[in-house]
């Protein structure tokens, strides 16, 4: 992979992870816009992503 090699994904659920950057996004995931180097990509989860229950438990919980 080169210096971009993967992007950051989310899912509707809110979930986040990332995949190549050189491939197709998977159906049922967006870019959000995040590439670079892995490493990069995980230290922005890690930002991004500080509730990691799923957006449907979420709801529920809040009414």
């Known amino acids: 992979m ?3 090699g993967y992007r950051v994904v989310r899912n509707d ?4 992870s990332i995949w190549p ?8 995931w967006a870019d959000v816009g ?6 990069e990509c995980l230290a922005h989860i890690d930002q991004v ?3 990691l ?3 449907g438990v ?3 919980m809040n009414g």
Request: hydrophobic share 30%; glycine share 14%.
């Open 53 to 55: 229950r799923p957006a």
């Open 21 to 28: 950057a050189d491939q197709d996004v998977p159906v049922g």
């Open 34 to 39: 995040w590439t670079g180097p892995k490493d």
């Open 13 to 16: 659920a809110g979930q986040y």
């Open 2 to 4: 080169g210096e971009h």
């Open 49 to 51: 992503w500080t509730d």
């Open 58 to 60: 979420v709801a529920r």
